[in-house]
């Protein structure tokens, strides 16, 4: 039996694919309410549009991922034909897109260490283990120092041609970096020493499922 396998997706699909699936696995929503979910919860999304969003979910529709139902009809059984509008469509997680979110909720590559990704990540960081979560901070933490190591080179480099401006906005650069590896010491210290950070789902064991 031929095994149907999922085409590759760009970093940012990816990304999309993540949170879709992981807003849905809090409770069924249709479009506008995920566009909405998207741009307020997970900023990485504000320039995102329908056109972005609708390829998306009919891709994860048939992945099997999601499912596709009509909005609850009006109480009024004359208020759907007197407003001409169509009913929308609510968008469900099925178990198969369940198992395929806590399958990318698990991975901890170097992908989910890059800013966008990690920013979208960290917010579903209460339905991951603690095992996960320190994956994560760890390599986002150590993509960062790597990061500064290559800024203060440049810097020193390049310092005696740079006017004032411009060495004040590498300096800015650099400083708002730094504070984000201090946030993450933080982080990673209170996962070691096991401190309730108010997850809705304290993890007893590596099982992720409900």
Same mark, same amino acid.
């Given at each position: ?74 109480? %009024?059984?004359?208020?759907?034909? @007197?407003? *001409? =509008? +169509?009913?929308?469509?609510?968008? /469900? !997680? ?36 603690? %095992?996960?979560?320190?994956?994560? @901070?760890? *390599? =986002? +933490?150590?993509?960062?120092?790597? /990061? !500064? ?44 020493? *096991? =401190? ?15």
């Amino acid at each position: 039996m031929r095994t149907e396998v999922a085409a590759p997706v760009s970093r940012r699909s990816g990304i999309l694919e993540f949170a879709v699936l992981g807003l849905l696995r809090e409770a069924p929503m249709h479009g506008y309410e995920l566009r909405k979910r998207l741009n307020t919860s997970l900023g990485v999304f504000r320039a995102f549009s329908y056109g972005s969003l609708y390829p998306c979910l009919k891709t994860l529709v048939g992945q099997g991922w999601l499912a596709e139902e009509p909005s609850s009809p009006p109480s %009024d059984p004359l208020a759907a034909p @007197l407003s *001409g =509008r +169509r009913a929308k469509i609510v968008y /469900r !997680l099925t178990a198969e897109g369940k198992e395929r979110f806590e399958e990318l909720l698990a991975q901890t590559g170097p992908d989910t260490w890059e800013d966008e990704h990690f920013g979208v990540r960290f917010a579903f960081f209460g339905q991951t283990t603690r %095992d996960v979560r320190m994956r994560v @901070l760890e *390599g =986002r +933490r150590s993509r960062l120092e790597e /990061r !500064l190591d290559k800024m203060r080179a440049s810097l020193a480099r390049t310092r005696e041609k740079l006017d004032d401006y411009t060495l004040e906005l590498q300096r800015h650069g650099m400083e708002s970096v730094e504070r984000e590896v201090r946030w993450l010491n933080e982080l990673i210290e209170s996962e070691r020493e *096991g =401190r309730d950070r108010g997850n809705p789902r304290p993890d007893q064991s590596d099982d992720t499922t409900t």
